[in-house]
């Protein structure tokens, strides 16, 4: 079963009632994959570190995903600071990277605004299993809007 479709089962199975086509995701469809990914693991972090005292603690979890995916991890970074650099120089890619990881922590420092931590914990242990950068980008494009996702539930 690919990647997404697990988050989608997962999504499914915990009753999640959700109403968009994934075509008509917000800001995720509109970064470049290296700030997709960056915005996906962020997201995971911040979530993960708020969750750590509940019964869904996914900090181990989300330490699968970032070892499994330190590769495509690192390259998206290299990436998207070299695009900031490309606008702004390098002292601005910086910044703008600074200002991009506060904001996201500032947006998901009180939770994901539609997933709950044993949603956000399913998610996390099913993209810690995905190979390559492909299907983490899919999952970005679904999980980084701020309103609930139609996620398709596909045969395999």
């Given at each position: ?134 299907p ?11 309103k ?9």
């Open positions: 079963m690919g990647i997404v479709n697990r988050v989608a089962a997962s999504l499914a199975a915990s009753a999640l009632v959700v109403s968009l086509p994934a075509s008509a995701a917000g800001y995720a469809n509109g970064g470049s994959n290296a700030e997709k990914l960056r915005r996906l693991n962020i997201m995971l972090m911040v979530t993960g570190l708020r969750c750590r005292t509940t019964a869904d603690n996914f900090q181990a979890d989300y330490g699968r995903f970032t070892t499994a995916h330190v590769g495509e991890l690192n390259v998206a970074a290299s990436q998207l600071r070299a695009e900031y650099a490309r606008r702004s120089g390098a002292a601005g890619a910086d910044r703008a990277l600074d200002r991009m990881s506060v904001s996201m922590a500032n947006q998901y420092g009180q939770g994901h605004p539609w997933l709950n931590c044993a949603q956000l914990k399913m998610v996390a242990r099913n993209l810690a299993t995905a190979k390559g950068s492909a983490l980008i899919a999952a970005a494009d679904q999980l980084l809007d701020d609930p996702m139609q996620l398709a539930i596909a045969g395999n």
